[in-house]
Nanobody, 125 residues
Framework: VQLQASGGGLVQAGGSLRLSCAASGRTLSTYGMGWLRQAPGKEREFVAGINRSGGSTLYADSVKGRFTISRDNAKNTMYLQMDSLKPEDTAVYYC???????????????????WGQGTQVTVSS
């Protein structure tokens, strides 16, 4: 599956952004999906994950209550709604998928094998 993330930008602290991840090559509904991020000088980290149907989600503690992951399988697209953004949310955000018929759980970076190109999110204080 090929993934393309979009929607990043520059926003002030407290603001909101909505990231999108468009899939091609395979039907998105066959994959559990996730969002991960990488800040300068830091390792890539899990942000949020969603199962194939969208009925189950998991969030990193750092974003719980502020970010919402969702998907529209009919549009082959996944989303990340980010509210109450903080400067520490500044990073390149990636959408990713595990191997076909595999799960991303537990939420380790190594469980994801297909990656979008990343979209930059910058939150100013």
């Amino acid at each position: 599956v090929q993934l393309q993330a979009s929607g990043g930008g520059l926003v002030q602290a407290g603001g909101s952004l909505r990231l999108s991840c468009a899939a091609s090559g395979r039907t998105l509904s066959t994959y559990g999906m996730g969002w991960l991020r990488q800040a300068p000088g830091k390792e890539r980290e899990f942000v949020a994950g969603i199962n194939r149907s969208g009925g189950s989600t998991l969030y990193a503690d750092s974003v719980k209550g502020r970010f919402t992951i969702s998907r529209d399988n009919a549009k082959n697209t996944m989303y990340l709604q980010m509210d109450s953004l903080k400067p520490e949310d500044t990073a390149v955000y990636y959408c990713a998928a595990p191997p076909l018929d595999s799960s991303w759980y537990p939420p380790a970076t190594s469980n994801f094998v297909s990656w979008g190109q990343g979209t930059q999110v910058t939150v100013s204080s």
